[in-house]
């Protein structure tokens, strides 16, 4: 519909044209004298101007949007250059230009300032830069470059949005920090074990004597042989930190920081060689299994620059329904910025399986907890749990506070 406007206003303004050099041709010979036909000549340089730029099609100008990089992080700048280049140099007394883009960024500040004149006279290329200062978390449509100009009287105008597509993917801002294990607990009230030793079956460094509980498969039948004994294959152990992240998706204002949070902690556990997963519920359930790697790590973020707060439920019944984490010996961290009495009852149900549940109460940079939000953490502690407190720009903090607990 819109296109059909556009149309039938470009037709309209072509015949207000034609009627007004009509006019003045008119009023000039039936008036005469010298102030007519002053008139008239004077009006035909811009008449014939306008007529011209009302048969020159703005369509054949290609757009070419040049910058450095394609992926990003929140905050940092991202700079571009437009391009424009086209065959014929029909005089253009003035171009406004203006990038176009998605939804995401449509209502950035900076890139409304993204709207620039220029004055392309005869020139096949003319250009413009813009800067985003901030740029926001998520994967961005460029679609194109709206192009507008016109005659110097405002009667032919020509608009079109000239295609230049790319798309910019920001992970989400992340901050350096150091990822401790969170010690285990038990109901006798003591940290037994701060690590889940492994046994690495795959490279055996000695044999010993068997034990009870030992596999039939570890059975060294030489070294028996040999001993007239039962012995065993002693493997190389090795330590695994393996964390669950369950992000609340619910819609809160601080969910950014909330994001930002946990692609710290993911890459904090990564870089210490531990193994971690991911489940998230916004608008669709999504999971990813534990893992290490800088390929987990890069599928993660990927997920995090995209997910939005949009989950229907709140955080709690999220937990309610992921029943095989009881069956999990990782360390369980919940994410969130809203605590309720509910999310605390579900995490001690699986806190009473493994004994490793924490929750990371995510606040803003000055944000001081509610009265409310103390006693549920009294309450937490109470039941076994570490809930930690986490404010925005103080994301190193987390871990060196939940040891102290």
């Known amino acids: 519909m819109r296109t059909y406007f556009q149309k039938f206003k470009e037709i309209w303004k072509l015949i207000v044209l034609l009627f007004l050099i009509l006019v003045t041709f008119s009023y000039a010979m039936f008036q005469g004298g010298f102030v007519s036909w002053f008139l008239f000549y004077s009006f035909v340089p811009f008449a014939l101007y306008a007529l011209g730029l009302a048969f020159y099609s703005i369509k054949e100008i290609k757009a070419e949007r ?51 004149m220029l004055f392309p006279g005869f020139n096949r290329v003319f250009s413009f830069d813009y800067t985003i200062e901030n740029l926001p978390r998520g994967e961005h449509l460029l679609s194109g470059i709206k192009l507008k100009t016109g005659d110097p009287l405002g009667l032919i105008e020509k608009e079109k949005v000239l295609p230049a597509e790319n798309k910019i993917l920001v992970y989400p801002a992340y901050q350096e920090m150091v990822y401790r294990p969170v010690a285990h607990h038990f109901d006798q009230g003591m940290t037994a074990s701060k690590e889940r030793v492994q046994r690495d079956t795959s490279m055996a460094i000695g044999v010993r004597e068997y034990q009870p509980g030992d596999r039939f498969s570890w059975i060294n039948w030489k070294a028996t042989a040999r001993r007239n004994d039962i012995m065993t294959k002693e493997f190389e152990q090795r330590q695994s930190h393996d964390v669950t992240l369950l992000m609340d998706c619910a819609p809160d204002g601080r969910f950014e920081v909330v994001v930002s949070f946990t692609a710290s902690v993911i890459r904090a556990i990564l870089r210490k060689g531990a193994q971690v997963g991911l489940l998230t519920s916004s608008y669709e ?40 984490l009881a069956q999990q010996n990782n360390s369980i961290m919940l994410i969130t910025a809203q605590l309720t009495k509910e999310l605390i009852e579900k995490a001690a149900f699986y806190n009473q399986r493994n004994g490793s549940v924490s929750i990371f109460l995510i606040k803003n940079e000055q944000e001081s907890p509610t009265k409310a939000e103390l006693t549920l953490r009294s309450s937490a502690n109470a039941r076994g749990i570490r809930l930690v407190m986490v404010h925005e720009g103080q994301f190193s903090e987390a871990f060196s506070e939940v040891n102290r607990r």
Not at 72 to 82: L, P
Not at 89 to 108: K, V
Not at 300 to 306: I, R
């Open 285 to 324: 359930r999504t999971a990813f299994p534990v893992r290490g790697g800088d390929i987990q790590q890069q599928q993660l973020l990927y997920h995090l620059a995209k997910i939005q707060d949009d989950s229907p439920v709140s955080f709690d019944r999220v937990l309610e329904a992921e029943t095989f």
């Open 66 to 116: 040049v910058y450095t990089k394609q992926e990003y992080n929140a905050g940092e700048k991202f700079k571009a250059s437009i391009m424009l280049e086209r065959n014929f140099p029909f005089p253009l007394f003035y171009a406004i230009t203006e990038e176009q883009a998605g939804e995401a960024l449509a209502g950035n500040s900076d890139l409304q300032k993204a709207k620039t």
